[in-house]
């Protein structure tokens, strides 16, 4: 290695030309690392298709291969596969092997290493693939099986569990690994601890990779918030909007004046009228300009709706049906980059300021996911002597909106890190290894299935009364849906490949007639999940 | 010549891979377990197919000979295309795992599979490695 290194570094010869020209080529484009990823496939998979190798064995000591893949249904594996005997010595091909002779089976297929790809290609292209968080995984599930997105992050208060953030949204796998900072509304128990309690509600594997707690010390007139980076802001003076429309012309002011649990949705007429060339809705926010101030925090308190989860489970993944496993596995490392700049161009919430001429981007909120209420701040320059005007814009209907004031005053608050110093099972069980795994935001992670949880527990100290301090949790991480029978049935392969716009377009017209009735599911399966 | 220059923008293009393929990766493209070399704290070396995986041993199928290996009989241990070593003790929980599941068994050899695996290969007993 070290003599080709020389020989690249002291010759004039063409290799050297290509080889540099190459690295270029990395510079300029997106590279992307792999390794081979070998996975148990657990027994409790009811419908299941695989289009990397498996390997099944069985209990009688045969093994047998798939090589092109195989479909679980139910109580079979069916597929091309070929059968070997204990000794390896004799061969058969079998096409149908029923799942009760099966003890065991994994699977192998081809995974990103997502730091890696992300330091290079975040140094390549100065946007990075992980903050733009999205390209799914292996899904196609049922409608239902889909309202899940990622960990919830829960704490006890009074004796129930209160559901406080969700993390890294919408990483469907690990080249889209991302870290998302939330605020908490907890303070230290009588012991100076907080326990947060971490579960997967969806059906998903979740890779849990980083959980960090943040403390920020302010004065007691002060709310802390993460910005649109996950970086604190301490916020006072909160005034209400002087106008608050939407594209429609509504006046929202008295609905988004209050955190009551009212929210914004896109009025019906703007959903329904939809076109290429409209797929974005709008809100128009005015205040007074501070007197004497050079910035003001715009206060938003905001979930997604159930659109994403439509766009990106129904639509960009499910047209794929089958199909959808080697679109991940091939498409996707060409593909991300793009979907990444659609995303970021297209998707969240855009936040921009009038300059007198045009209003001009100035933040991107990405999307939070549709479980937890995220309350958000971002610094808004004044650019004009009299009245400060924003416009966030965003597809239509891809927001629930609680609550829009602006902060008068907004300052960086000194923030500590804290370790969780114990993680416990659902049993109450100290698991260290599985502490270790979450511990840094490194190559290990820790991996929970649905219905899993587990408790982490932070030794903060009992506050002094001066100053305040509010705490946040800092999630990174990724997640793998699982296919549900329901899905798989409904999946259909389209075969051509329409652009991401294009898929939005469709996701919004069919959003429009199923919007009601998800959205009252969605909120009857919260009844069910928060315990 | 300034072809050559070419290769940067077309390796941009069409995207740059690296890394492992499951297509070279053997245990997904045979039914055997990884290749594994051993090195033997007794002195000597073997190699051979990783068979199972257990708790204080590993099952190596070296020179058509069934063997049972001792964690503690190794002074190191490689896999082929698995990254990580054995050195002399068992291996930590997801090491353990991963090299299950490049195993022939990962599902462990029951006494009934172990008889009739030394049967196929004429053995009477299972070969121990002395530590």
């Known amino acids: ?531 | 010549m300034r072809r050559c220059w070419v290769w940067g923008p077309v390796l941009a293009l069409v995207g740059c891979h690296m890394g492992g393929r499951v297509d070279r990766f053997a245990p997904a493209n045979g039914p055997e377990g990884v290749a594994v070399a051993l090195e033997l704290r007794r002195g000597g070396r073997a190699q051979g197919e990783l068979l199972a995986v257990q708790d204080t041993a590993l099952v190596v199928l070296a020179q058509d000979t069934v063997t049972l290996v001792p964690y503690g009989a190794l002074e190191t241990g490689e896999f082929s295309q698995v990254e990580g070593e054995l050195r002399g003790t068992p291996p930590a929980p997801d090491f353990a795992r991963r090299l299950r599941l490049v195993s022939r068994f990962p599902q462990g050899l029951t006494p009934d599979m172990l008889a009739r695996l030394l049967a196929a290969y004429g053995q009477s007993a299972l070969k121990v490695v002395a530590r």
């Open chain 1, 1 to 531: 290695m070290f003599r080709l290194a020389l020989v690249l570094l002291m010759g004039r010869s063409r290799v050297l030309r290509v080889v540099l020209s190459a690295a270029l080529g990395l510079v300029a484009g997106a590279c992307i690392f792999h390794s081979v990823r070998v996975e148990a496939i657990g027994s409790n998979a009811d419908s299941l298709a695989i289009q990397t190798p498996v390997k099944a064995h069985l209990r009688d000591g045969s093994t047998v291969l798939y090589q092109v893949g195989v479909l679980l249904a139910r109580d079979t594996l069916r597929g091309p596969g070929v059968r070997y005997g204990l000794t390896l010595r004799d061969s058969t091909a079998v096409s149908v092997v029923p799942l009760d002779s099966v003890v065991a089976m994994e699977s192998f297929r081809r995974a990103t290493n997502g730091a890696t790809t992300a330091i290079v290609s975040t140094f390549a292209t100065g946007t990075g693939l992980l903050a733009a968080g999205l390209l799914a995984f292996v899904i196609v599930c049922s409608n239902s099986d889909c309202f899940g997105n990622c960990p919830t992050v829960y704490a006890d208060s009074a004796g129930t569990s209160a559901l406080q953030a969700e993390g890294f949204s919408y990483t469907l796998g690990p080249a889209f690994e991302t870290r998302d900072v939330d605020r908490l509304g907890i303070r230290a128990d009588g012991d100076g601890r907080i326990r947060l309690e971490v579960r997967n509600d969806a059906l998903e594997t979740e890779y849990v990779n980083h959980l960090e707690l943040l403390e920020a010390h302010h004065t007691a007139d002060e709310t802390v918030l993460p910005d649109a980076n996950g970086a604190a802001l301490a916020v006072r003076d909160l005034l209400p909007a002087t106008t608050i429309a939407d594209a429609s012309g509504r006046d929202l002011r008295l609905l988004l004046a209050l955190p009551d649990g009212a929210a914004f949705r896109t009025d019906a007429r703007t959903l329904a009228e939809a076109s290429p060339a409209h797929l974005d809705d709008a809100i128009y926010v005015v205040a007074p300009a501070p007197p004497g101030g050079d910035s003001v925090a715009l206060v938003l308190r905001l979930k997604n709706s159930l659109l994403a989860t439509l766009l990106y489970s129904e639509v960009i993944l499910g047209n794929r049906g089958a199909r959808s496993l080697d679109w991940v596995g091939r498409d996707l490392d060409g593909g991300a980059p793009a979907l990444a700049r659609w995303q970021e161009q297209r998707m969240g919430m855009r936040i921009a300021i009038w300059d007198g001429r045009r209003y001009r981007q100035t933040a991107r909120i990405r999307d939070s996911g549709p479980h937890a209420w995220s309350d958000v701040a971002v610094l808004i320059p004044v650019l004009q002597r009299d009245s400060v005007r924003v416009r966030l814009s965003f597809p239509a209907d891809n927001w629930r909106i609680d609550r829009i004031a602006f902060a008068m005053r907004a300052r960086r608050p000194v923030v500590r890190t804290l370790d969780f110093g114990q993680l416990l099972d659902a049993k109450g069980r100290r698991d260290s290894t599985a502490l270790e795994s979450v511990r840094l935001a490194d190559q290990r992670y820790l991996r929970t299935s649905p219905g899993e949880r587990f408790t982490v527990v932070a030794e903060v100290g009992t506050a002094a009364a001066e100053p305040a301090r509010t705490f946040l949790i800092a999630t990174q991480g990724y997640y793998e849906p699982w296919i549900g029978h329901d899905g798989l049935r409904a999946a259909r392969d389209t075969g051509a490949v329409e652009s991401l716009d294009a898929d939005l377009l469709k996701a919004l017209r069919k959003w429009g007639t199923v919007r009601e009735a998800r959205e009252t599911a969605f909120a009857d399966l919260g009844k069910l999940t928060v315990r």
